[in-house]
């Protein structure tokens, strides 16, 4: 399911956000199954999937609570279950722990297609934060058969505060985590000239065309696929 070397579609939209990005991203989809001329019920191994729009929309949190039984914002109760899951916890931030147990616990329940939005903020250093609650971004994964398909976010084009989010992640790098980012200062002095409100997002092909051609391993749908030399 994984291969170092993907396709990917980018995409960004002038005077959008992950909503619109969403209505985007359903629409493309579902294009291109039917541009293959196949249904929007597509069998996949052992299973069929459903592409009928709409697709099912829900909370990080709401999602976190529903299949690990622990409230999200409990951050003792989520680091206990970071460590029977063997998820290194020390000095690590706390929405750190509860990604590595989100990444673990929950993505593969997620068969989909479903967009799982509302991120923690402190984890999303390039997203807008929602307008009604700043603990969140304005970001989205679409999840389907527990494989990650696409992210999405609001773009964050204050640069006063896109500054301050670098110096926080360079400041958590020093301090050992793999995940975080390093201060990019030219990308601050774009933001500077002017940036208008924006979404982006990327989309993974490759695990699209899985899905689409009920293809097991992304070996068989790259379009360079590194293989062994056959043995005569």
């Given at each position: 399911?994984?291969?170092?070397?993907?396709?990917?579609?980018?995409?960004?939209?002038?005077?959008?956000?992950?909503?619109?990005?969403?209505?985007?991203?359903?629409?493309?989809?579902?294009?291109?199954?039917?541009?293959?001329?196949?249904?929007?019920?597509?069998?996949?191994?052992?299973?069929?999937?459903?592409?009928?729009?709409p697709f099912t929309r829900k909370t990080y949190d709401g999602l976190f609570l529903e299949q690990t039984g622990v409230s999200p914002?409990?951050?003792?109760?989520?680091?206990r279950l970071a460590d029977q899951l063997g998820i290194e916890t020390a000095d690590r931030h706390a929405d750190v722990i509860k990604n590595d147990v989100f990444e673990q616990a929950v993505e593969k329940t997620l068969?989909?297609?479903?967009?799982?939005?509302?991120?923690?903020?402190?984890?999303?250093?390039?997203?807008?934060?929602?307008?009604?609650n700043s603990a969140v971004a304005e970001r989205f994964e679409l999840f389907v058969e527990g494989m990650e398909i696409a992210n999405a976010y609001t773009e964050l084009n204050d640069p006063d505060e896109q500054r301050d989010r670098f110096l926080k992640q360079s400041d958590g790098k020093e301090k050992g985590?793999?995940?975080?980012?390093?201060?990019?200062?030219?990308?601050?002095?774009?933001?500077?000239?002017?940036?208008?409100?924006?979404?982006?997002?990327?989309?993974?092909?490759?695990?699209?065309?899985?899905?689409?051609?009920?293809?097991?391993?992304?070996r068989d749908v790259i379009f360079f696929p590194l293989l062994r030399k056959r043995k005569e």
């Amino acid at each position: 399911r994984h291969n170092p070397e993907f396709t990917m579609l980018e995409v960004y939209q002038a005077y959008g956000n992950y909503e619109t990005m969403m209505e985007l991203t359903e629409q493309c989809i579902v294009d291109a199954i039917s541009a293959s001329d196949q249904g929007l019920q597509l069998p996949y191994g052992d299973v069929t999937i459903d592409f009928s729009p709409p697709f099912t929309r829900k909370t990080y949190d709401g999602l976190f609570l529903e299949q690990t039984g622990v409230s999200p914002n409990d951050a003792e109760a989520v680091k206990r279950l970071a460590d029977q899951l063997g998820i290194e916890t020390a000095d690590r931030h706390a929405d750190v722990i509860k990604n590595d147990v989100f990444e673990q616990a929950v993505e593969k329940t997620l068969k989909g297609p479903i967009f799982v939005m509302d991120y923690p903020a402190s984890i999303c250093p390039l997203a807008k934060r929602s307008r009604d609650n700043s603990a969140v971004a304005e970001r989205f994964e679409l999840f389907v058969e527990g494989m990650e398909i696409a992210n999405a976010y609001t773009e964050l084009n204050d640069p006063d505060e896109q500054r301050d989010r670098f110096l926080k992640q360079s400041d958590g790098k020093e301090k050992g985590d793999e995940n975080a980012s390093d201060v990019d200062w030219d990308y601050i002095r774009a933001l500077e000239y002017g940036m208008p409100p924006t979404a982006g997002e990327g989309i993974g092909i490759d695990r699209l065309a899985m899905l689409f051609t009920d293809s097991g391993s992304i070996r068989d749908v790259i379009f360079f696929p590194l293989l062994r030399k056959r043995k005569e």
